[in-house]
């Protein structure tokens, strides 16, 4: 472990390149299914494996998924895309080259705001983001010494967002691709599953004294398949770095590999400015031309992102910005709030509701909100039916809610009167209960009179005994300090 002194003589510059797979329903230049999780090599075709007289046809859809990303992420829309062949070998390339765009990527520039744990708010710009296709997977198997290859996925359509050097720690990092992981979930683009490999990251590292402005040779980091170890990669990338040039050895600009077990990385391939991979246009595929139409039609159809979501929250139904964070962290959760609050002006009381036992039973049961058997006016309904006295929270959430997660058909009121559970704000009624309780307990009545405020949430609790749960705690507190005051 380095020193944080000498930590901090030197600057972290991160930038990442991210890949997501786009939720169509076939390949980027090929009819071929994308569906994951088939039986190897059984959604290929002759397009697919780059047979000789085959001819790649663009798939419209995910040009529609790549602009929505760019107009997410405030890019400029390139009108006249052109597509290039990135010429390598590698086993699981099936054609020995990959049709993507170089010069001119479909998005260019742009920003991902991203908010830290301390509060700060910052935007890592983006470099580009283009189109291309996937390559197939190659497979090492337990005990094997050979290694098969599946290219299902080979050909499957893919966005490759790259961010300018603009990260300054693992946070950062961490934050960026969160809110890369909200944008395509809330745009329907992407699943965001890193687990499945339809998310994946590359992080170029390098470090720089603190204060130079001309940066270090970067190093490239691949094969990490979850935010946190994109985040361990980059720390022990930083700290391996400083120590080297802190005993004089030379950055070699290389392509290494994390081990998630050991929590460091390992050379793959050194690159020292070598571009190998022989770009050139691609001579089977006309210019795709954005027109204003098109690019319009795509504008109306943007649903409401995650950043927009949480300005409303904030700023519309007055939420702490913790709530809306939670809140908006999910597309379903966010979209099934706003419906909530279109039946209740109690925003936070929904607020509380959607984070504590709404969360909790779609956690329990690993289901998605689309499961969650209450709708939004039910729900409104039991708020209304707390904030109008009929009820306790504590009933509500303990007694009511339970049973309308098992009776659909009826409503909270329903079936607050079945269980008899309708809250006493009857001062006539609850006088005699609360005079009863006193009179029994005249030793800590005395104590109370003589300083022991405390006492009143015994008092309370053996009203809310007696009354089995039905009294209306505010009628009660006034009753007992009106009784215990005189």
């Known amino acids: 472990m380095l020193s944080a002194e000498l930590k901090d ?3 972290l510059v991160v930038g990442l390149e991210v890949h997501a797979q786009l939720l ?8 071929d299914s994308t569906e994951f999780g088939n039986f190897p090599n059984t959604q290929i075709s002759v397009l697919t494996m780059g047979h000789p007289g085959t001819l790649p046809k663009v798939n419209r859809k995910a040009v529609e998924f790549a602009i929505k990303m760019g107009l997410a992420c405030n890019s400029e829309i390139t009108r006249k895309n052109i597509f290039a062949r990135k010429n390598y070998f590698y086993p699981d390339l099936p054609k020995g080259y990959q049709i993507t765009q170089d010069k001119g990527p479909i998005c260019v520039g742009g920003e991902v705001p991203v908010s830290l744990s301390d509060g700060i708010k910052k935007s890592v710009t983006l470099t580009r983001i283009h189109m291309e296709e996937d390559a197939g997977k190659s497979m090492h198997l337990a005990g094997e010494i050979d290694t098969l290859v599946d290219f299902n996925r080979a050909g499957v359509p893919l966005i490759e967002i790259v961010s300018e050097p603009d990260i300054r720690s693992s946070e950062e990092a961490y934050a960026f691709l969160v809110e890369i992981k909200k944008l395509v979930r809330y745009l329907d683009i992407c699943d965001g599953n890193m687990e499945e490999g339809s998310l994946r990251c590359d992080a170029n ?31 022990h990338e930083y700290e391996r770095q400083i120590g080297l040039i802190e005993k004089g050895v030379e950055i070699i600009s290389e392509t290494r590999t994390f081990d998630a077990t050991t929590g460091t990385t390992a050379s793959m391939r050194t690159k020292e400015d070598l571009n190998d991979y022989r770009y050139f246009p691609e001579p089977d595929l006309s210019p795709v031309v954005v027109s204003e139409e098109w690019l319009e039609s795509i504008k109306v159809a943007m649903p409401s992102l995650p950043r927009e979501l949480h300005h409303k929250f904030v700023h519309e139904f007055g939420l702490p910005e913790y709530d809306a964070g939670v809140l908006t962290d999910s597309k379903e959760i966010a979209l099934y709030f706003e419906a909530l609050c279109t039946k209740t002006k109690n925003y ?13 039973y779609l956690n329990e049961l690993t289901l998605h909100v689309e499961d969650f058997p209450i709708s939004p006016e039910k729900l409104a309904s039991l708020i209304a039916l707390v904030d109008d006295g009929k009820v306790s929270f504590s009933v509500a959430s303990q007694k009511i809610y339970p049973e309308m997660l098992q009776k659909k058909e009826l409503s909270p009121l329903e079936i607050a009167q079945q269980l008899n559970l309708i809250q006493e704000s009857d001062e006539s009624s609850l006088k005699p209960i609360v005079e009863g309780i006193l009179a029994e307990n005249e030793a800590k009545v005395a104590e109370y009179k003589s300083g022991k405020k405390g006492l009143m949430g015994m008092f309370m609790g053996q009203v809310m005994k007696k009354s089995q749960g039905k009294a209306d705690p505010k009628v009660a507190t006034k009753l007992l300090s009106e009784l215990l005051d005189n």
């Open 9 to 11: 003589k030197y600057e």
């Open 348 to 360: 936070k009381a929904a607020s509380n509701w959607m984070m504590g036992p709404v969360k909790s």
């Open 24 to 31: 169509t329903k076939s390949k980027m230049y090929a009819t």
């Open 205 to 235: 590292i390098s470090v720089r004294i603190r204060g130079e402005q001309e940066y270090g040779k970067k190093v490239e980091v691949k094969n990490m398949n979850s935010f946190r170890n994109v985040s361990r990669a980059i720390e």
